[in-house]
């Protein structure tokens, strides 16, 4: 009897023991991109997460190149960004061990209110970014290698347009934020991912001139940093968070978040 007893006993004190070691101060480090930090999804979220595992997550705010780079250098423990090619190339290459789909939201075309290029016109969003360019229309570009970034080279390709080097170009070189301060100021044309905007309060003459188009989808992945390659990557720890965020309670705190009443992000189901 004893014996059963002490065989029962000694997997839940192991557990015990590990509870306690992940309270007494584990965290890892996110690298991830500036729409999911300036959006207020990360400062809704991750409380959440922490209070239930007992793992601090610290953020390296930056955009998906960057934070891409960061982990190529084996300077974080998982990636949460949004470039869906680039993220599958990382993998392919051995610096991230697998990735998962956590959710989607979706970018916008905000610009003055006047709208002298017709944007608002446009039935999608490759005619949008061609009336842009057609026009001569100031448009603020992050120009920072992050998803947005990427996405908006996307449309111009698409169009057959390079603004590079053109007046009307303004390179801001910077996140989300700084880029739809720099439109606000100049009354310049930006692509905007919905949570960065519907968080922005220096908006003076800015305004969605067009949305809805599915070219306009952006799904964020989740990543393991490949501890193959870099030993020190704290997999237990990242491997929980990536389990959660992927997990129905993840999910639900991930729809959770909303702005003004209007939710910013989606789900997805983990593939």
Do not use: C
Request: charged share 20%; glycine share 10%.
């Amino acid at each position: 009897m004893a014996s059963g007893v002490l065989k029962r006993l000694i997997p839940a004190l192991a557990l015990s023991a590990a509870a306690l070691t992940v309270q007494a101060g584990e965290s890892i480090t996110l690298a991830s991109t500036t729409s999911t930090e300036n959006s207020g999804l990360f400062g809704y979220i991750l409380p959440i997460f922490e209070k239930a595992s007992g793992i601090q997550v610290n953020v390296v705010a930056l955009g998906t190149g960057q934070a891409l780079d960061v982990g190529k250098r084996g300077d974080a423990d998982a990636l949460l960004v949004h470039d869906r090619a680039k993220e599958e190339s990382f993998v392919a290459e051995g610096y991230g061990a697998y990735r998962k789909d956590v959710m989607y939201n979706d970018f916008v075309i905000v610009g003055p209110a006047a709208d002298p290029a017709g944007v608002a016109g446009a039935k999608t969003a490759d005619e949008a970014f061609a009336k842009i360019a057609d026009s001569g229309s100031t448009f603020a570009s992050r120009a920072d290698r992050s998803g947005t970034h990427a996405a908006e080279l996307r449309f111009w390709k698409a169009v057959g347009k390079d603004p590079e080097g053109k007046p009307w170009y303004k390179a801001s070189g910077s996140g989300m934020g700084a880029t739809l301060n720099m439109a606000a100021g100049v009354g310049a044309y930006t692509l905007s991912d919905r949570g960065s905007w519907a968080n922005f309060k220096n908006r003076q003459d800015l305004k969605i001139l067009f949305q809805g188009d599915p070219q306009l989808y952006n799904p964020y992945g989740v990543i393991l940093i490949n501890p193959a390659k870099h030993p020190h990557v704290k997999k237990a720890a990242a491997e929980r968070f990536i389990d959660w965020i992927t997990s129905d309670a993840g999910h639900q705190a991930i729809a959770d978040f909303k702005l003004n009443g209007e939710q910013l992000f989606f789900p997805l189901k983990a593939k």
